[in-house]
């Protein structure tokens, strides 16, 4: 995860720095995020067919190494296109093949303890950008020196990012379990019943959830680094050409600092989907996540402290609708048959919001101003909000109504015990008065 969001936020400086880019970077960055997506909505069932013939393990090995390469490669790029968008490709393809092989073996590993090892790679996940902020962007500036070629800390930065991922993708086979009995859901004989599970209302706003919570993050690594580099090119204390380890530094803080505290909101989240009905825990999240994101959008200065204060409510509303929205499938929702299929959708849906989003929003950025893909993001926290509130009485009452059923269905059977156990008393006691004296 680290490394996703790595190459993310770099990816302007490889613009502004490298291939001297200062107009229409935020089409290129909505471009370049739109053509990954799709590769790895492909990507997703490939590597899903080939987890049928191959190792788990071997699958999530090569995709790891597949994840380092373009990143070595990445600053060498002599333009947008094809170089970059080359690179961007694999890069995409490496990383849809980590995510599926993770989740397919963190079933093969559960052994009925799904919640803790979840728990576990959530929190790993949610690690991975604070270790990208804080240790990663950092690299480039540690390695540069003032007699040294501008470009140089930036190429050897890459580089051994890159390789430290090769070296890990090898380093870990031994180590991973082997395969289980798992497979990969096909995407396309779930996606269609995945779509007509959203006639429960419950479902369609988890899908809801994820299709902004997804187009969250990306927007926060792609977008706030673009708009800071800008910023300071604007303010003149960087050049289009020349490495800008002010702006990386500062994306670094903004988006570290905003992910570390907007951790702590995650347990209110989960208390929230646990102790009230599961729509209130959505409706807090988009009000939140719209409270950092439309002001945010509005800043003259992205890099101030109020900024960092929209981005914290940013991200704690990002994580917020990942949680509350995945409420909104856990438990007796969705049936046992349909939890795979319903969850590729989940994800399906995510990544069509990452399409539709990164690319107005990039347009938008150049032709309208540089905060248009946080608007979007935070019309589009209005609207599961809103969504969220319009249904919370439905919800409640076919949650209720739920419940009254489940606890018929438990009181039936005790009543039968209950019937049977009289009718074996009463033929004991007329056994025993015929065979009195």
Same mark, same amino acid.
């Given at each position: 995860?680290?490394v996703i969001?790595?190459?993310?936020?770099?990816?302007?400086?490889?613009?502004?720095?490298i291939?001297?880019?200062?107009?229409?970077?935020?089409?290129?960055?909505?471009n370049?995020?739109?053509?990954?997506?799709?590769?790895?909505?492909v990507?997703?069932?490939?590597?899903?067919?080939?987890?049928?013939?191959i190792? !788990?393990?071997?699958?999530?090995?090569?995709?790891?190494c597949?994840?380092?390469?373009?990143?070595i490669?990445?600053p060498?790029?002599?333009?947008?296109?094809?170089?970059?968008?080359?690179?961007?490709?694999?890069?995409?393809?490496?990383?849809?093949?980590?995510?599926?092989?993770?989740?397919?073996?963190?079933?093969?590993?559960s052994?009925?303890?799904?919640?803790?090892?979840?728990?576990?790679?959530g929190?790993?996940?949610?690690?991975?950008?604070?270790?990208?902020?804080?240790?990663?962007?950092?690299?480039?500036?540690?390695?540069?020196?003032?007699?040294?070629?501008?470009?140089?800390?930036l190429?050897q930065?890459?580089?051994?990012?890159?390789?430290?991922?090769i070296?890990?993708?090898?380093?870990l086979?031994?180590?991973?379990?082997?395969?289980?009995t798992?497979?990969?859901?096909?995407?396309h004989?779930?996606l269609?019943?995945?779509?007509?599970?959203?006639?429960?209302?419950r479902?369609?706003?988890g899908?809801?959830?994820?299709?902004?919570?997804r187009?969250?993050?990306?927007?926060?690594?792609?977008?706030?680094?673009?708009?800071v580099?800008?910023y300071?090119?604007?303010?003149?204390?960087?050049?289009?050409?020349?490495p800008?380890?002010?702006?990386?530094?500062?994306?670094?803080?903004?988006t570290?600092?905003?992910?570390?505290?907007?951790?702590?909101?995650?347990?209110?989240?989960?208390?929230?989907?646990e102790?009230f009905?599961?729509?209130?825990?959505?409706?807090?999240?988009?009000?939140?996540?719209a409270?950092?994101?439309?002001?945010?959008?509005f800043s003259f200065?992205?890099?101030s402290?109020?900024?960092?204060?929209?981005?914290?409510?940013?991200?704690a509303?990002?994580?917020g609708?990942?949680?509350?929205?995945?409420?909104?499938?856990?438990g007796?929702?969705?049936?046992?048959?349909?939890?795979?299929?319903?969850s590729?959708?989940?994800s399906?849906?995510?990544?069509?919001g990452?399409?539709?989003?990164? !690319?107005?929003?990039?347009?938008?950025?150049d032709?309208?101003?540089?905060?248009?893909?946080?608007?979007?993001?935070g019309?589009?926290?209005c609207?599961?909000?809103?969504?969220?509130?319009?249904?919370?009485?439905?919800?409640?009452?076919i949650?209720?109504?739920?419940?009254?059923?489940?606890?018929?269905?438990?009181?039936?059977?005790?009543?039968?015990?209950?019937?049977?156990?009289?009718?074996?008393?009463?033929?004991?006691l007329?056994?025993?008065?015929?065979?009195?004296?």
């Amino acid at each position: 995860m680290s490394v996703i969001v790595y190459l993310s936020a770099a990816q302007s400086y490889v613009l502004t720095s490298i291939l001297h880019m200062e107009d229409n970077t935020g089409n290129t960055v909505g471009n370049l995020a739109l053509y990954s997506e799709l590769v790895a909505m492909v990507s997703v069932i490939i590597w899903g067919m080939a987890s049928d013939w191959i190792q !788990k393990r071997t699958i999530y090995c090569i995709a790891i190494c597949i994840l380092g390469l373009p990143v070595i490669l990445y600053p060498y790029a002599k333009n947008v296109y094809p170089d970059l968008l080359l690179m961007r490709l694999v890069f995409s393809l490496g990383s849809a093949g980590c995510t599926s092989m993770m989740v397919a073996m963190m079933i093969d590993v559960s052994y009925g303890q799904g919640g803790i090892v979840s728990a576990i790679v959530g929190a790993c996940s949610a690690l991975g950008p604070l270790f990208a902020s804080f240790v990663l962007f950092t690299v480039p500036s540690q390695l540069s020196t003032p007699d040294s070629n501008p470009q140089v800390p930036l190429y050897q930065a890459f580089g051994i990012i890159g390789g430290v991922t090769i070296f890990l993708g090898l380093l870990l086979w031994p180590f991973l379990p082997r395969s289980g009995t798992y497979r990969l859901p096909l995407v396309h004989r779930c996606l269609w019943d995945g779509l007509k599970m959203a006639k429960d209302p419950r479902v369609a706003l988890g899908y809801a959830s994820s299709f902004f919570a997804r187009a969250d993050e990306i927007i926060i690594s792609n977008f706030i680094s673009l708009w800071v580099t800008h910023y300071y090119i604007e303010q003149g204390s960087c050049q289009v050409g020349m490495p800008c380890y002010q702006a990386l530094g500062r994306t670094g803080m903004l988006t570290g600092i905003s992910q570390a505290v907007a951790m702590a909101a995650i347990p209110l989240f989960g208390l929230l989907s646990e102790c009230f009905p599961r729509p209130v825990g959505l409706v807090v999240a988009g009000l939140v996540g719209a409270a950092g994101c439309l002001p945010f959008a509005f800043s003259f200065d992205p890099t101030s402290s109020k900024a960092q204060g929209f981005i914290i409510l940013l991200a704690a509303g990002e994580y917020g609708m990942i949680i509350s929205g995945m409420a909104h499938l856990n438990g007796d929702v969705v049936p046992t048959s349909r939890r795979g299929t319903v969850s590729g959708v989940f994800s399906f849906m995510g990544s069509v919001g990452i399409i539709l989003i990164s !690319k107005v929003g990039g347009v938008l950025f150049d032709v309208w101003m540089k905060g248009a893909p946080f608007l979007l993001l935070g019309i589009g926290h209005c609207i599961v909000a809103v969504m969220a509130a319009v249904l919370l009485p439905w919800i409640v009452r076919i949650e209720s109504r739920e419940k009254r059923l489940r606890k018929s269905q438990e009181y039936q059977p005790q009543i039968e015990i209950s019937s049977k156990q009289e009718k074996d008393s009463e033929a004991s006691l007329e056994s025993f008065i015929s065979t009195s004296p």
